[in-house]
């Protein structure tokens, strides 16, 4: 067989050559603007030959700070197809942390857009190795002068500079991008994805095992295209020859149903919150979202009651599972064939089988290997060609074991490959020597009608060294009370299994990824912060 590398500048060329009339389309919140991927192509061109004038070859990392639109993803096609390392900065992290992000990766451009200059602005002075910002769009750059940085404009840029470029050949096992973990405890870590693991990433991605994306499709990547790659949904995509649908900065439920009933998407990804936000307010005012065949939902544990409430409505969710070590996707709940009723939604509920070219076990006390028999609980351990071996920069040998990345995730797995997450190694709750799940809990109480989200920690117990606490945030209008939520969860899990302590807030703290943030919650309780209520 030839030795032809697996690279992005391979996606890059087949979407825009093969598929060059499919369409990129950026909604703007009255309608969209649209390029098609050889239009794309030839702009990832221009800009790869734009940032060379600009000094950058070799490796060296090229920052994005932008939404989910065409430019970000000329971006991600030009950067690693240059030789360089795309390196997407989440506009969402406190400022220190941006600026450790960027200084750690040794940035040496930033591509940003321009609704962004308020948040890049105040923190661009301390950004130590960035040499030059190229904005997108239109914004007040003023805020960004006197930071001692180049400053320029895309379009200019990308009008001066040639339509074709020399793409170089480059060794799939160079890197291409990178992203930092969501930094939950300690410093973020860097993550560094080879061309090579982003090639077969997608490739697993257009499977039918996950979500079986062809050109058939349209694609809205809702999540960030700085978390984990949108979860490699715009390389896949480009991959399959799918449009693809972004919703730039219009990410609340109103804009994102009507984009999806003007734009028709089939698949789209997104966290568990915004689909939550989205059913609601389809079934208020009688959406149409029917296009979407398939809706893939991850980032923390998918609702049993979020997925029959789109069942509905005519749309299916699917759970994936990964983390931003393993490129994302690790795995992805379908039900097994010919299953049906309550066997179907037990697949479903679960995080389900591991992809192929993937291997994952379950590893207990003294790292023991424990049984693939739906019962042994243990630590998931997970290798596989896009499955990190190691932090940029930074050693971490207790998240690596004997060529297994240790998650941090503890489950399950059942004999014929189902993964079922009881928690997070960090957030199991042990209550008097037994284990106690706080996403078994919360995925009961957010089955209640009247409850909108639920997050459940361990707090300390003089009796039982710790003990569950439920906060809860009701829907508007709803009175429901502790003792009542307590009545309902006692006939879903065992009694001692059932919080007595109960808060009422307004809204479940969140990480910068959308997952819920229990450090928040542990910190306010130890202060004193929540009002908290004891039903006994």
């Not at 001692?148 to 500079?161: N, P, Q, R, S, T």
Request: hydrophobic share 40%; proline share 6%.
């Amino acid at each position: 067989m030839q030795d032809f590398p697996l690279t992005i500048t391979t996606i890059m060329r087949y979407g825009a050559g093969v598929f060059g009339d499919a369409s990129v389309s950026t909604w703007t919140g009255d309608g969209t603007r649209r390029r098609t991927y050889g239009e794309v192509g030839e702009r990832a061109a221009r800009l790869a030959g734009a940032l060379r004038g600009l000094g950058v070859d070799g490796d060296q990392r090229v920052a994005t700070f932008m939404w989910n639109n065409t430019e970000h993803l000329e971006a991600y096609l030009a950067v690693p197809s240059m030789g360089a390392v795309l390196h997407t900065l989440n506009l969402r992290l406190f400022p220190d942390q941006l600026v450790y992000i960027a200084n750690h990766a040794e940035d040496r451009v930033v591509i940003t857009d321009g609704s962004l200059i308020p948040l890049l602005a105040p923190v661009l002075a301390r950004l130590e190795t960035v040499r030059h910002v190229v904005v997108v769009g239109e914004g007040d750059t003023a805020p960004l002068e006197g930071a001692g940085k180049e400053l320029h404009d895309y379009e200019e840029l990308l009008a001066a500079a040639p339509a074709a470029f020399e793409w170089p050949e480059i060794d799939e096992r160079s890197a291409a991008a990178m992203c930092y973990t969501s930094g939950t405890t300690g410093n973020p870590k860097g993550v560094v994805y080879s061309h090579r693991s982003a090639y077969l990433h997608s490739m697993s991605t257009c499977t039918g095992n996950a979500m079986g994306l062809s050109a058939s499709d349209v694609v809205l990547p809702v999540v960030p295209m700085f978390h984990a790659n949108a979860w490699g949904l715009p390389y896949a995509a480009v991959m399959a020859g799918a449009p693809l649908v972004m919703p730039d900065r219009f990410l609340q439920a109103e804009p994102l149903v009507r984009l999806i009933e003007a734009e028709r998407p089939t698949i789209a990804g997104a966290v568990p919150t915004i689909w939550s936000d989205v059913l609601r307010h389809a079934k208020e005012h009688g959406s149409d979202l029917t296009s979407l065949r398939l809706v893939p939902c991850g980032g923390s544990a998918v609702p049993e009651s979020l997925m029959r409430g789109f069942e509905d409505i005519g749309v299916r969710i699917v759970q994936a599972w990964g983390m931003t070590e393993t490129s994302p996707v690790a795995s992805v709940a379908h039900p097994p064939a010919g299953a049906a009723d309550e066997d179907a939604w037990r697949a479903r509920v679960s995080q389900g089988r591991v992809l192929a070219g993937l291997e994952m076990r379950i590893v207990g006390d003294g790292d023991v290997v424990l049984p693939n028999d739906g019962e042994a609980v243990g630590e998931v351990e997970i290798r596989g060609p896009w499955i990190t071996g190691a932090y940029h920069l930074d050693e971490d040998p207790a998240k690596f074991h004997d060529g297994w990345l240790r998650t941090g995730d503890v489950g399950t797995l059942s004999p014929d490959g189902y993964l079922v997450l009881t928690d997070r190694a960090k957030d199991v709750i042990k209550s008097g020597g037994e284990w106690i799940s706080s996403v078994e809990l919360e995925n009961h109480l957010m089955a209640h009608p009247d409850v909108v989200e639920a997050a459940v920690v361990g707090v300390p117990d003089d009796r039982w060294q710790e003990r569950p606490l439920a906060s809860v945030v009701l829907r508007e209008g709803a009175e429901t009370t502790a003792a009542e939520l307590r009545e309902f969860l006692a006939g879903r899990v065992a009694k001692w299994q059932v919080p007595e302590r109960w808060t009422f807030i307004t809204e479940v703290p969140k990480t910068s990824v959308g997952k819920f943030d229990k450090k928040v919650l542990r910190r306010r309780y130890a202060d004193g912060d929540l009002e908290v209520r004891h039903a006994d």
